[in-house]
Protein backbone atom coordinates (compact mmCIF):
# COMPACT_ATOMS: atom_id res chain seq x y z
CA UNK A 1 0.00 0.00 0.00
CA UNK A 2 1.54 3.16 -1.25
CA UNK A 3 0.67 5.42 2.05
CA UNK A 4 1.36 9.01 0.64
CA UNK A 5 -0.56 8.41 -2.86
CA UNK A 6 -3.43 7.22 0.22
CA UNK A 7 -2.90 10.47 1.23
CA UNK A 8 -3.18 12.26 -1.58
CA UNK A 9 -6.25 10.67 -2.18
CA UNK A 10 -7.97 11.63 1.02
CA UNK A 11 -6.54 15.01 0.39
CA UNK A 12 -8.62 15.28 -3.30
CA UNK A 13 -11.98 14.34 -1.22
CA UNK A 14 -12.06 16.26 2.31
CA UNK A 15 -14.99 16.01 4.06
CA UNK A 16 -15.99 17.74 7.55
CA UNK A 17 -17.32 16.12 10.80
CA UNK A 18 -19.85 13.80 10.09
CA UNK A 19 -20.11 14.24 6.61
CA UNK A 20 -16.91 11.55 5.70
CA UNK A 21 -19.29 9.46 4.46
CA UNK A 22 -16.65 8.74 1.11
CA UNK A 23 -13.45 8.81 3.27
CA UNK A 24 -15.32 6.20 5.67
CA UNK A 25 -16.38 3.93 3.40
CA UNK A 26 -12.93 3.76 1.88
CA UNK A 27 -11.67 3.03 4.89
CA UNK A 28 -14.15 0.22 5.56
CA UNK A 29 -13.50 -1.04 2.08
CA UNK A 30 -9.70 -1.18 2.88
CA UNK A 31 -10.12 -2.84 6.14
CA UNK A 32 -12.53 -5.76 5.03
CA UNK A 33 -10.45 -6.26 1.92
CA UNK A 34 -7.45 -6.81 4.74
CA UNK A 35 -9.33 -9.35 6.71
CA UNK A 36 -10.63 -6.93 9.74
CA UNK A 37 -13.86 -6.97 11.73
CA UNK A 38 -14.92 -3.66 11.07
CA UNK A 39 -17.79 -1.79 12.80
CA UNK A 40 -19.16 1.21 11.78
CA UNK A 41 -22.17 3.22 11.41
CA UNK A 42 -24.47 4.38 14.24
CA UNK A 43 -22.83 0.40 15.73
CA UNK A 44 -19.30 2.23 16.22
CA UNK A 45 -20.76 5.28 18.30
CA UNK A 46 -23.81 6.73 20.18
CA UNK A 47 -25.63 8.86 17.76
CA UNK A 48 -27.37 11.27 20.65
CA UNK A 49 -24.01 11.66 22.32
CA UNK A 50 -22.26 13.57 18.79
CA UNK A 51 -21.68 17.12 19.28
CA UNK A 52 -22.45 19.99 16.96
CA UNK A 53 -24.06 17.50 14.12
CA UNK A 54 -24.56 19.33 10.82
CA UNK A 55 -28.12 20.02 9.33
CA UNK A 56 -30.13 17.24 7.81
CA UNK A 57 -29.67 19.36 4.62
CA UNK A 58 -25.95 19.65 5.23
CA UNK A 59 -26.05 15.48 5.76
CA UNK A 60 -27.64 14.91 2.85
CA UNK A 61 -25.88 17.19 0.26
CA UNK A 62 -22.80 15.87 1.73
CA UNK A 63 -24.57 12.27 1.31
CA UNK A 64 -24.88 12.51 -2.07
CA UNK A 65 -21.59 13.82 -2.65
CA UNK A 66 -19.81 11.34 -1.35
CA UNK A 67 -22.05 8.80 -3.75
CA UNK A 68 -21.58 11.05 -7.08
CA UNK A 69 -17.57 10.80 -5.81
CA UNK A 70 -17.29 6.97 -5.44
CA UNK A 71 -18.62 6.28 -2.09
CA UNK A 72 -19.63 2.20 -2.06
CA UNK A 73 -23.48 2.96 -1.30
CA UNK A 74 -24.08 -0.07 0.92
CA UNK A 75 -21.51 0.62 3.00
CA UNK A 76 -22.80 4.44 3.90
CA UNK A 77 -25.98 3.95 3.93
CA UNK A 78 -25.25 2.52 7.27
CA UNK A 79 -23.91 6.12 7.96
CA UNK A 80 -26.85 8.14 6.77
CA UNK A 81 -27.48 10.72 9.35
CA UNK A 82 -23.62 11.82 10.05
CA UNK A 83 -22.97 8.16 11.83
CA UNK A 84 -19.22 8.22 10.33
CA UNK A 85 -17.24 6.32 12.99
CA UNK A 86 -15.38 3.12 11.86
CA UNK A 87 -13.41 0.39 13.79
CA UNK A 88 -11.64 -2.31 11.98
CA UNK A 89 -10.63 -5.45 14.76
CA UNK A 90 -7.94 -7.83 13.86
CA UNK A 91 -7.38 -10.70 16.42
CA UNK A 92 -4.05 -12.01 16.61
CA UNK A 93 -3.16 -15.43 16.35
CA UNK A 94 -2.56 -15.90 20.33
CA UNK A 95 -3.85 -14.57 23.14
CA UNK A 96 -2.57 -10.67 24.32
CA UNK A 97 -4.09 -7.46 25.61
CA UNK A 98 -6.08 -5.11 23.09
CA UNK A 99 -3.58 -2.75 21.85
CA UNK A 100 -5.56 0.23 20.18
CA UNK A 101 -4.29 3.30 18.04
CA UNK A 102 -6.75 6.05 17.15
CA UNK A 103 -6.84 8.02 13.42
CA UNK A 104 -9.26 11.00 12.75
CA UNK A 105 -10.06 11.57 9.62
CA UNK A 106 -12.10 14.95 9.05
CA UNK A 107 -11.01 18.12 7.35
CA UNK A 108 -11.90 21.89 7.94
CA UNK A 109 -14.33 24.66 6.25
CA UNK A 110 -11.43 26.48 4.31
CA UNK A 111 -11.37 26.78 0.61
CA UNK A 112 -7.29 25.77 -0.25
CA UNK A 113 -5.31 28.00 -1.95
CA UNK A 114 -5.50 27.64 -5.93
CA UNK A 115 -1.20 29.44 -6.21
CA UNK A 116 0.81 27.07 -7.98
CA UNK A 117 3.34 27.19 -5.06
CA UNK A 118 0.76 25.51 -2.89
CA UNK A 119 2.25 21.72 -3.64
CA UNK A 120 -0.94 20.29 -4.28
CA UNK A 121 -2.07 22.49 -6.31
CA UNK A 122 0.51 21.91 -8.49
CA UNK A 123 0.75 18.01 -7.89
CA UNK A 124 -3.11 17.84 -9.38
CA UNK A 125 -4.48 16.89 -5.52
CA UNK A 126 -6.13 20.02 -4.47
CA UNK A 127 -9.05 19.54 -3.03
CA UNK A 128 -12.45 18.67 -5.37
CA UNK A 129 -14.39 19.98 -2.95
CA UNK A 130 -14.59 23.78 -2.81
CA UNK A 131 -14.57 25.21 0.64
CA UNK A 132 -13.57 22.12 2.41
CA UNK A 133 -9.92 21.77 2.77
CA UNK A 134 -7.18 19.29 4.68
CA UNK A 135 -5.64 21.78 6.72
CA UNK A 136 -4.79 19.90 9.37
CA UNK A 137 -2.57 16.79 8.51
CA UNK A 138 -5.81 14.14 8.93
CA UNK A 139 -5.67 12.84 5.34
CA UNK A 140 -2.43 11.29 6.66
CA UNK A 141 -3.62 10.34 9.87
CA UNK A 142 -6.05 8.01 8.28
CA UNK A 143 -3.50 7.37 5.38
CA UNK A 144 -1.38 6.27 8.11
CA UNK A 145 -3.86 3.92 10.10
CA UNK A 146 -4.60 2.25 6.97
CA UNK A 147 -0.70 1.42 5.62
CA UNK A 148 -0.49 0.37 9.80
CA UNK A 149 -3.62 -2.35 9.41
CA UNK A 150 -2.42 -3.39 6.36
CA UNK A 151 1.02 -4.00 7.65
CA UNK A 152 -0.75 -6.27 10.80
CA UNK A 153 -2.77 -8.49 8.73
CA UNK A 154 -0.54 -11.36 9.06
CA UNK A 155 -1.80 -11.40 12.20
CA UNK A 156 1.14 -12.96 13.43
CA UNK A 157 1.17 -11.12 16.97
CA UNK A 158 -0.64 -11.93 20.43
CA UNK A 159 -3.54 -10.06 21.38
CA UNK A 160 -6.19 -8.14 19.63
CA UNK A 161 -5.51 -4.71 16.91
CA UNK A 162 -7.95 -2.09 17.22
CA UNK A 163 -7.73 0.77 14.80
CA UNK A 164 -10.10 3.85 15.85
CA UNK A 165 -10.90 5.93 12.43
CA UNK A 166 -12.30 8.72 14.29
CA UNK A 167 -14.89 11.85 12.53
CA UNK A 168 -15.38 14.91 13.54
CA UNK A 169 -12.20 15.67 15.70
CA UNK A 170 -12.26 19.47 14.61
CA UNK A 171 -14.33 21.16 17.38
CA UNK A 172 -14.12 18.18 19.70
CA UNK A 173 -16.96 16.26 18.53
CA UNK A 174 -16.55 13.07 17.99
CA UNK A 175 -14.48 11.12 19.87
CA UNK A 176 -17.02 11.40 23.30
CA UNK A 177 -20.04 9.67 21.33
CA UNK A 178 -16.81 6.20 20.59
CA UNK A 179 -16.52 6.71 24.52
CA UNK A 180 -20.16 6.38 24.99
CA UNK A 181 -20.57 3.56 22.53
CA UNK A 182 -18.26 1.76 24.81
CA UNK A 183 -15.54 1.37 22.03
CA UNK A 184 -12.63 2.14 24.21
CA UNK A 185 -13.86 -0.18 27.59
CA UNK A 186 -11.65 -2.84 26.31
CA UNK A 187 -8.72 -1.44 25.42
CA UNK A 188 -5.24 -2.02 27.15
CA UNK A 189 -2.96 0.61 25.65
CA UNK A 190 -4.50 3.45 23.12
CA UNK A 191 -1.81 5.07 21.15
CA UNK A 192 -3.06 8.64 19.49
CA UNK A 193 -0.86 10.93 17.37
CA UNK A 194 -0.61 14.18 15.70
CA UNK A 195 1.70 15.30 12.65
CA UNK A 196 3.38 18.93 12.49
CA UNK A 197 2.31 21.10 15.37
CA UNK A 198 5.34 23.11 14.02
CA UNK A 199 7.42 20.16 14.98
CA UNK A 200 10.77 19.62 12.46
CA UNK A 201 11.23 16.52 10.57
CA UNK A 202 13.16 13.43 13.16
CA UNK A 203 11.78 14.42 15.97
CA UNK A 204 9.73 12.88 18.19
CA UNK A 205 7.60 13.59 21.66
CA UNK A 206 6.36 10.49 23.17
CA UNK A 207 3.45 12.58 24.93
CA UNK A 208 1.49 15.76 25.33
CA UNK A 209 0.76 17.73 28.53
CA UNK A 210 -1.03 21.13 28.99
CA UNK A 211 -4.14 19.47 26.87
CA UNK A 212 -6.82 21.98 27.76
CA UNK A 213 -10.80 21.34 29.00
CA UNK A 214 -12.84 22.87 26.68
CA UNK A 215 -16.75 23.38 26.28
CA UNK A 216 -17.79 24.59 22.51
CA UNK A 217 -21.14 26.79 23.34
CA UNK A 218 -23.92 27.73 20.55
CA UNK A 219 -26.41 30.04 21.81
CA UNK A 220 -29.92 31.07 20.62
CA UNK A 221 -31.59 34.33 21.16
CA UNK A 222 -34.90 34.97 20.26
CA UNK A 223 -36.96 38.19 20.08
CA UNK A 224 -39.51 40.20 18.72
CA UNK A 225 -39.25 41.76 15.62
CA UNK A 226 -40.71 45.50 15.03
CA UNK A 227 -40.09 48.27 12.93
CA UNK A 228 -37.01 50.28 14.44
CA UNK A 229 -38.82 53.57 13.12
CA UNK A 230 -42.12 53.76 13.90
CA UNK A 231 -42.86 51.49 16.74
CA UNK A 232 -39.13 50.54 18.27
CA UNK A 233 -40.25 49.82 21.97
CA UNK A 234 -42.58 46.95 20.44
CA UNK A 235 -39.62 44.82 19.61
CA UNK A 236 -37.48 42.42 21.52
CA UNK A 237 -33.91 43.12 20.01
CA UNK A 238 -32.13 39.78 20.12
CA UNK A 239 -28.87 40.97 18.53
CA UNK A 240 -28.72 43.48 21.64
CA UNK A 241 -29.02 40.88 24.18
CA UNK A 242 -26.35 38.48 22.57
CA UNK A 243 -23.98 41.35 22.51
CA UNK A 244 -24.52 42.25 25.76
CA UNK A 245 -24.04 38.63 26.54
CA UNK A 246 -20.55 38.85 24.66
CA UNK A 247 -19.33 42.36 26.28
CA UNK A 248 -19.80 40.27 29.35
CA UNK A 249 -18.65 37.48 28.41
CA UNK A 250 -15.07 38.54 27.11
CA UNK A 251 -15.12 40.67 31.14
CA UNK A 252 -14.98 37.74 32.86
CA UNK A 253 -12.01 37.58 35.27
CA UNK A 254 -9.32 35.11 34.79
CA UNK A 255 -8.56 32.20 37.32
CA UNK A 256 -5.60 32.55 39.90
CA UNK A 257 -5.68 28.52 40.14
CA UNK A 258 -4.36 27.95 36.66
CA UNK A 259 -4.73 29.48 32.95
CA UNK A 260 -8.08 29.85 31.25
CA UNK A 261 -9.20 31.07 27.83
CA UNK A 262 -13.02 32.50 26.66
CA UNK A 263 -13.70 33.34 23.27
CA UNK A 264 -16.92 34.88 21.27
CA UNK A 265 -15.86 33.41 17.76
CA UNK A 266 -18.99 34.16 15.99
CA UNK A 267 -21.98 36.68 16.47
CA UNK A 268 -24.62 36.57 13.77
CA UNK A 269 -28.15 38.22 14.02
CA UNK A 270 -30.84 40.91 12.20
CA UNK A 271 -32.09 40.89 8.47
CA UNK A 272 -32.42 45.06 7.90
CA UNK A 273 -31.18 47.90 9.15
CA UNK A 274 -35.10 49.07 9.91
CA UNK A 275 -36.18 45.85 11.48
CA UNK A 276 -35.22 44.78 15.21
CA UNK A 277 -33.58 41.61 15.38
CA UNK A 278 -35.73 38.50 16.04
CA UNK A 279 -33.17 35.99 16.26
CA UNK A 280 -29.11 35.88 16.90
CA UNK A 281 -26.89 33.07 17.59
CA UNK A 282 -23.70 33.25 18.74
CA UNK A 283 -20.80 30.41 19.12
CA UNK A 284 -18.42 30.39 22.53
CA UNK A 285 -15.87 28.63 23.72
CA UNK A 286 -14.18 28.27 27.18
CA UNK A 287 -10.86 27.00 27.89
CA UNK A 288 -9.07 25.56 30.73
CA UNK A 289 -6.05 23.47 32.27
CA UNK A 290 -8.36 22.01 34.97
CA UNK A 291 -11.27 20.35 33.79
CA UNK A 292 -13.25 21.83 36.86
CA UNK A 293 -12.33 25.09 36.36
CA UNK A 294 -13.95 24.82 32.50
CA UNK A 295 -16.75 23.95 34.22
CA UNK A 296 -17.09 26.37 36.75
CA UNK A 297 -15.95 28.97 33.59
CA UNK A 298 -18.64 27.57 31.62
CA UNK A 299 -21.42 28.28 34.24
CA UNK A 300 -20.64 31.67 34.11
CA UNK A 301 -21.24 31.87 30.51
CA UNK A 302 -24.18 30.34 30.66
CA UNK A 303 -25.34 32.39 34.02
CA UNK A 304 -24.20 35.83 31.76
CA UNK A 305 -26.54 34.19 28.94
CA UNK A 306 -29.63 34.40 30.55
CA UNK A 307 -29.26 37.04 32.49
CA UNK A 308 -28.35 39.20 29.08
CA UNK A 309 -31.77 37.18 27.72
CA UNK A 310 -33.77 38.51 30.68
CA UNK A 311 -32.54 42.02 30.28
CA UNK A 312 -34.00 42.48 26.51
CA UNK A 313 -36.79 40.58 27.54
CA UNK A 314 -35.55 37.28 25.18
CA UNK A 315 -35.81 33.42 24.88
CA UNK A 316 -33.12 31.75 24.33
CA UNK A 317 -31.34 27.97 24.65
CA UNK A 318 -27.86 26.59 24.89
CA UNK A 319 -26.31 23.88 22.68
CA UNK A 320 -23.41 21.76 23.67
CA UNK A 321 -21.58 21.69 20.28
CA UNK A 322 -17.90 20.78 21.10
CA UNK A 323 -15.93 19.25 24.09
CA UNK A 324 -12.51 17.99 25.21
CA UNK A 325 -11.10 17.24 29.03
CA UNK A 326 -7.51 17.58 30.05
CA UNK A 327 -4.88 14.56 29.23
CA UNK A 328 -2.35 12.75 31.23
CA UNK A 329 -0.36 10.47 29.45
CA UNK A 330 1.21 7.44 31.14
CA UNK A 331 4.90 7.20 31.52
CA UNK A 332 6.02 3.82 30.30
CA UNK A 333 3.79 4.62 27.21
CA UNK A 334 6.42 7.41 26.52
CA UNK A 335 9.03 5.43 27.10
CA UNK A 336 7.70 2.48 24.37
CA UNK A 337 7.18 5.22 21.63
CA UNK A 338 10.38 6.63 22.43
CA UNK A 339 12.26 3.39 22.61
CA UNK A 340 10.79 2.28 19.52
CA UNK A 341 11.39 5.52 17.77
CA UNK A 342 15.35 5.31 17.97
CA UNK A 343 14.84 1.76 15.75
CA UNK A 344 12.88 3.72 13.49
CA UNK A 345 14.77 5.40 10.15
CA UNK A 346 13.98 8.83 10.13
CA UNK A 347 13.74 9.77 13.75
CA UNK A 348 17.27 11.79 15.46
CA UNK A 349 15.35 13.32 18.32
CA UNK A 350 13.95 12.60 20.95
CA UNK A 351 11.37 13.95 23.81
CA UNK A 352 8.99 13.28 26.28
CA UNK A 353 6.47 15.97 26.31
CA UNK A 354 4.64 18.26 24.08
CA UNK A 355 3.34 21.26 25.38
CA UNK A 356 -0.19 21.34 23.89
CA UNK A 357 -1.61 24.41 24.67
CA UNK A 358 -4.61 23.82 22.67
CA UNK A 359 -7.63 20.87 22.81
CA UNK A 360 -7.76 17.62 22.12
CA UNK A 361 -11.34 14.93 22.12
CA UNK A 362 -8.84 12.09 21.82
CA UNK A 363 -8.65 13.52 25.81
CA UNK A 364 -12.13 11.48 26.23
CA UNK A 365 -10.92 8.36 24.60
CA UNK A 366 -7.39 8.29 26.68
CA UNK A 367 -9.52 9.11 30.13
CA UNK A 368 -12.11 6.55 28.95
CA UNK A 369 -9.32 3.71 28.41
CA UNK A 370 -7.48 4.81 31.81
CA UNK A 371 -10.79 4.77 33.74
CA UNK A 372 -10.96 0.91 32.15
CA UNK A 373 -7.34 0.15 34.04
CA UNK A 374 -5.61 0.47 30.74
CA UNK A 375 -3.07 3.61 29.47
CA UNK A 376 -2.32 6.05 26.87
CA UNK A 377 -0.31 8.49 25.24
CA UNK A 378 -0.94 11.34 22.65
CA UNK A 379 2.49 11.42 20.35
CA UNK A 380 3.73 14.24 18.30
CA UNK A 381 5.40 13.25 15.04
CA UNK A 382 7.70 16.15 13.45
CA UNK A 383 6.89 17.16 9.92
CA UNK A 384 7.64 20.31 7.75
CA UNK A 385 4.88 22.13 7.22
CA UNK A 386 4.44 24.60 4.61
CA UNK A 387 1.68 26.89 6.29
CA UNK A 388 0.18 27.01 10.08
CA UNK A 389 -2.48 24.35 10.79
CA UNK A 390 -6.16 25.58 9.61
CA UNK A 391 -4.53 27.44 7.04
CA UNK A 392 -5.35 27.55 2.64
CA UNK A 393 -2.06 26.88 2.33
CA UNK A 394 -1.54 24.04 4.64
CA UNK A 395 1.04 21.44 3.44
CA UNK A 396 3.03 18.91 5.43
CA UNK A 397 6.49 17.27 4.05
CA UNK A 398 5.29 13.66 2.99
CA UNK A 399 8.79 12.21 4.03
CA UNK A 400 7.35 11.97 7.49
CA UNK A 401 4.36 9.53 6.52
CA UNK A 402 6.48 6.07 5.54
CA UNK A 403 8.50 6.79 9.17
CA UNK A 404 5.58 7.38 11.37
CA UNK A 405 3.68 3.45 9.44
CA UNK A 406 7.19 1.98 10.39
CA UNK A 407 7.16 3.93 13.91
CA UNK A 408 3.49 2.72 14.80
CA UNK A 409 4.14 -0.95 13.31
CA UNK A 410 6.97 -1.23 15.70
CA UNK A 411 4.83 -0.20 18.71
CA UNK A 412 2.43 -2.20 17.29
CA UNK A 413 4.34 -5.29 17.35
CA UNK A 414 6.17 -4.43 20.28
CA UNK A 415 3.13 -4.54 22.26
CA UNK A 416 0.93 -7.26 20.91
CA UNK A 417 4.37 -9.46 21.58
CA UNK A 418 5.26 -10.21 17.87
CA UNK A 419 7.67 -13.19 18.15
CA UNK A 420 10.44 -12.80 15.36
CA UNK A 421 11.84 -15.16 13.41
Not at 251 to 257: E, Q, V, Y
Not at 291 to 310: M, T
Not at 330 to 356: C, H, P, W
Amino acid sequence: MDAIALRREFHKYPEVGFTEFRTASKVVEILKSLGYEVIYGAAALDPQSRRGVPSEEELEAAYNRALAGGANPKIIEKMKGGNTAVIGILKGKRTGPTVAFRFDMDALPIQESTDLDHFPQSSEFRSKYEGNMHACAHDAHTAIGLSLAEKMSDQNFSGTLKLIFQPAEEGGRGAYSIVKKGMADDIDQLFCLHLGLDVPLGEIYGGSKDLLATTKLLAHFHGVPSHSGISPEKGRNALLGAATALLNIHSLPRFSSCPTRVNVGVLEGGTAPNIIPQYAKMIIETRASLAEINNELEKRVRDIIEHSAAMHGLRYEIEVIGEATTLVCDENMIATVLEQAKNTRGFDSFKEYYNFGGSEDASFLIRRVQECGGQGTYMVIGTPIAAPHHHQKFDIGEDAIPMSVELLERIAKRTLHVREG
